[in-house]
């Protein structure tokens, strides 16, 4: 039997994590992804590409009736989902004007504008689903991602409600190697850990067209999106933020991270996520308390009897 | 999707709380087992609890129907927890780690010794062999017991579903309550009423912290705690209520007549269970509404800003 710490356990937004510790002289440089919304251009290169490198089944095509999206939600089929949000506001905003609503959103105005927004797991530094898996089978690679191992996964579905971003589902789709028995497993983003291995970046953002989606250390990135965000700001771009680049941030910043134009909520995505295992202390003393009730309850119930 | 939609606009409006309505959180995956299950190992625990509460003061006719009740509801506990299982053949995978960050690992080994003790004490019982083996695994079982009951709470409350975590000091007491009730009320319907009392005592103790511990987690919760409220799980919720409260009242009025006794912990028993229930249909119920999880959150971010 093998103790897993991974992750925190209690609020310890500082306690040691298992990358790059774990992997000593084996760890590489903390990979990911920086999807930046401004330049996307909705054609769902990185759905198709994503789909076909990772051999994701397909699971129909339905459209939700609101603006051009066709894929719904990132799920156990869906690694990569193309947001779409029309809106009515200008796309940019003239010199000098604040490019943030009070409320952190983009200002209301005259125009009209396509948000596009390619979302995808955020490989979390302190990921919820990687915390309360009891398998085993989510883990943090030797680039600080967070994958799922499918001969491990035996689909006990912790990891779905866990996630503060809705990205895990179970696989319901039939498995031919299981005589078309339902898959079962839960399935996600592993941003390629097969092609990063071997040095190659992962094929959504291989695909992307625009460079939307871009892949490399996590310090790059970072490097990257924020001379991004001051160049599009100094244009006067209509609510353009960054959304988990903060290391100090919600879920101690995402591996994948994104350069927005409205706040958060506009794609869908919680504004200030939370790893749910940061309260798990509290839980537990809660938990403790409680058994400690029951056992007054049944000695009350004994002492009772007797006077 | 086949469902029929209202006609709606293509745009968003400016300062909307989600992406077109959409939920953010995804729904468990869980299904009916797991209810059932947070009912059964709640019964177990307790029922341990009282098993050697029992013996301890000499009270043998209690202690060997707790023993059994304790036995029962734990033998078809790893079924309902296996079967929920998207690869039920994968069980093992659990027991190959301890991972004290995940509930359900922790909670894996806390169902497996207090199953094993529970079958050692029960096999023990029912042949009236090895006292000795019987009396240490009885101990085992009524230490986990309590963990058993109330680990379940932790288990929902260490997710981001927020009728779930955000009610992580509360569940843990209405799990707490809704064991005892069920325990104490099944133990006091099969137990002669003359050395029943103290099942019956438990029972209803047990039925006033489920509803009181409920209200409490109700009121804190505010605009969260609305799934308790509606759907199926404010109807299961109001049963569950209900049928609490009448079986306290019937268990403390007419326990000591078996026909009351019976009854009453009936009663007691569907209350718990209807209360399983509804906890678990509630965080179906908040995942879906992303209002639930954007309020909150928007305003810690403008709390911070402040």
Redesign the interface.
């Given at each position: 039997?093998?103790?897993?710490?991974?992750?925190?356990?209690n609020g310890g937004a500082s306690k040691p994590l298992s990358w790059p510790e774990a992997y000593g002289e084996d760890a590489g440089p903390r990979l990911g992804f920086f999807t930046d919304t401004s330049v996307c251009i909705g054609c769902k290169a990185c759905e198709v590409a994503c789909k076909e490198w990772n051999l994701v089944p397909e699971d129909g095509l339905?459209w939700?009736?609101?603006?051009l999206d066709n894929s719904?939600?990132l799920?156990a089929e869906t690694w990569r989902h193309v947001?779409f949000?029309?809106?009515?506001?200008p796309l940019r905003l003239e010199d000098g004007t604040a490019t943030l609503?009070a409320?952190?959103?983009?200002?209301?105005g005259e125009g009209?504008r396509w948000l596009m927004e390619s979302d995808v797991c955020k490989h979390c530094t302190h990921a919820?689903c990687l915390?309360?898996?009891?398998?085993?089978?989510l883990f943090r690679t030797e680039f600080g991602t967070v994958v799922v191992q499918e001969d491990?996964?035996?689909?006990?579905?912790?990891c779905?409600?866990?996630?503060?971003?809705?990205?895990?589902?179970?696989?319901h789709l039939p498995d031919p190697a299981r005589g078309g028995k339902?898959?079962?497993?839960?399935w996600k983003c592993t941003l390629c850990y097969d092609r990063t291995r071997d040095g190659i970046e992962p094929a959504c953002a291989k695909a992307c067209p625009t460079d939307s989606i871009q892949f490399g250390p996590l310090d790059e990135l970072r490097e990257r999106a924020d001379a991004r965000l001051e160049k599009l700001q100094g244009e006067g771009w209509n609510g353009a933020q960054l959304y988990g680049r903060d290391p100090g941030g919600p879920v101690g910043g995402f591996g994948a991270f994104f350069l927005l134009l409205?706040k958060p909520?506009?794609?869908?995505?919680?504004?200030?996520?939370?790893d749910?295992?940061t309260?798990?202390g509290?839980?537990?003393r809660?938990?403790?308390?409680?058994?400690?009730?029951?056992?007054a309850?049944?000695?009350?119930?004994?002492l009772?009897?007797r006077s | 999707m086949g469902r029929r939609r209202e006609p709606r606009r293509a745009t968003q409006p400016v300062g909307a709380e989600s992406y077109y309505g959409r939920p953010i959180l995804k729904e468990p995956t869980w299904t009916w087992e797991i209810p059932v299950y947070f009912f059964a190992g709640g019964t177990a625990g307790v029922s341990a609890v009282l098993a050697a509460a029992g013996r301890l003061s000499g009270n043998e006719q209690l202690a060997r129907r707790a023993t059994f009740v304790n036995l029962a509801a734990i033998t078809v506990s790893p079924p309902l927890l296996i079967s929920d299982l998207g690869r039920p053949d994968r069980f093992l995978n659990m027991l190959r780690v301890f991972k004290p960050t995940s509930p359900m690992s922790v909670g894996t080994w806390v169902v497996s010794g207090a199953g094993t003790a529970a079958g050692v004490a029960g096999a023990c019982e029912l042949l009236g062999i090895l006292p000795r083996v019987r009396t240490a695994a009885q101990t085992v079982a009524a230490l986990l017991g309590p963990f058993l009951s109330t680990y379940t709470a932790v288990l929902v409350a260490d997710t981001s579903i927020p009728a779930w975590h955000e009610a992580r000091r509360e569940l843990p007491f209405v799990f707490a309550g809704s064991a005892s009730a069920s325990a104490g009320g099944i133990v006091a319907a099969l137990t002669p009423p003359e050395a029943a009392g103290a099942a019956r005592r438990l029972a209803v103790t047990g039925a006033l912290l489920e509803l009181a511990a409920t209200e409490v987690m109700e009121r804190r919760l505010g605009f969260l705690g609305e799934p308790y409220h509606q759907g199926e799980a404010g109807m299961f919720a109001k049963l569950s209520k209900a049928l609490s409260a009448a079986g306290a009242a019937v268990m403390a009025i007419g326990g000591r007549r078996r026909g009351g006794a019976v009854l009453g912990g009936a009663l007691l028993a569907a209350g718990s269970a209807a209360d399983r229930w509804a906890v678990y249909r509630a965080g179906f119920q908040s995942a879906r509404d992303p209002r639930y999880v954007v309020q909150p959150q928007r305003a810690r971010v403008r709390e911070r800003a402040q």
């Open positions: 039997m093998k103790l897993i710490a991974s992750g925190t356990v339905d939700t009736g609101d603006s719904q939600e799920s947001a949000v029309e809106q009515q506001a609503s409320d952190g959103g983009a200002v209301e009209f919820g915390d309360v898996c009891p398998t085993g089978a491990v996964c035996n689909g006990c579905g912790y779905v409600p866990a996630c503060p971003f809705g990205v895990l589902t179970k696989r339902e898959d079962g497993r839960v409205d909520e506009t794609y869908g995505l919680p504004p200030d996520p939370v749910p295992t309260h798990l509290e839980c537990w809660a938990a403790l308390a409680a058994g400690a009730t029951i056992v309850g049944v000695a009350l119930a004994f009772g009897g | -």
